[in-house]
Structure formats: C-alpha cells, structure tokens
C-alpha cells in the first residue's frame, strides 16, 4: 500500500468520523430547542398609582429563550390583594385568562397594549419601593420577580 493511498484513506476516515458527529448532534437536536421554554423577566416595573393606594399597572417582558411555547396565567403577589392581566384597544381594556409567551419571543407588557393591573395593596407604594410579583406559566412553573416602584411619568430607556 502505497504511503498517498495510507494517507487519503486517514484523512477520509478523519473526515467520516467528523461528519458522522456532527449528524449526531443534529439529529439529537442542540441548544434550547428541547422542547422545554426557557423563560427570564427584564424590565419590570411599577409606576407609582396616580392616587396613594389607588390601582396601579405593571409592565416587564417575558423572553423565551427555548423551543416551545408558554402562556402566562396567573400573577399573584403578598404585597396586593390582586394582580390581573389586560389587554388595550383603541378605546378598551380587557380583562384575559393567559398570555401567549411564543417559543424563541418575547411577551412585552407595556403601556397601551398588555398589562397588569394591581389593586388593593398591602401598603401605599411610593418611588423606591419594590413589589414581589409571582409569575405562573402553564408549564413552566412560577417565577418570581422583584419589580421596582418608579415614577407616574418614568418610561424605560428615557
């Protein structure tokens, strides 16, 4: 056997091994696409209620870094008597059992679209204060988060 053909037929078995990896690691699917949703919060916060006690919204995104989609369907917190979900029109504010969180997304919760709204707190929040909001999602469980208490006027990024 000749010290070329030696060679080709090393860097071709090489080359075999390398690709029959990498069809593994396809096949068997890689990253966060498990089939499992892979949720965190950023951005949360509260702006303080127009009157002290008064109801107050909260605003935060919910990213989805996996594969599968989840729905947000309940938020609870010890510092409030209720937490709900809503969702804005033109000229309307709706009440809704769950929210959509997609797979590889977000659910954004800002002015004049989803929201929450918080009603009867423990205490009147003011500026500085934090709020526990817990989170639960269909199938991931409940997260909970801290979410500061800004300003009437505060808007994120300005």
Same mark, same amino acid.
């Given at each position: 056997?000749?010290?070329?053909? *030696?060679?080709?037929?090393?860097? %071709? ?22 089939? *499992? ?6 951005? #949360?916060? +509260?702006? &303080?209620?127009? =009157? ?9 995104? &919910? *990213? ?6 989840? *729905? =947000? ?17 033109? #000229? ?7 929210? /959509? +969180? $997609? ?5 954004? =919760? ?11 707190? /423990?205490? $009147? $929040?003011?500026?500085?204060?934090? =709020? ?8 991931? %469980?409940?997260?909970? &988060? ?9 808007? $994120?990024?300005?």
């Amino acid at each position: 056997m000749s010290r070329a053909f *030696r060679r080709s037929a090393l860097i %071709g078995a090489g080359l075999s091994a390398v690709l029959a990896t990498g069809t593994i690691l396809v096949a068997c699917g890689t990253g966060s696409d498990d089939g *499992r949703a892979e949720l965190s919060v950023i951005g #949360s916060y +509260v702006p &303080v209620p127009a =009157l002290p006690g008064g109801m107050g919204a909260g605003y935060l995104t &919910v *990213r989805n870094d996996g594969g599968t989609a989840d *729905r =947000l369907v309940a938020v609870t917190s010890p510092d409030a008597g209720s937490v709900t979900m809503h969702t804005s029109g033109e #000229s309307t504010m709706t009440a809704v059992d769950s929210l /959509q +969180v $997609p797979a590889h997304g977000a659910l954004e =919760l800002a002015r004049g679209g989803h929201h929450l709204m918080i009603m009867g707190w /423990q205490k $009147p $929040p003011a500026v500085g204060d934090e =709020l526990e909001l817990d989170l639960t999602f269909a199938k991931s %469980g409940t997260i909970t &988060v801290t979410v500061p208490v800004k300003p009437l006027t505060y808007r $994120p990024g300005s």
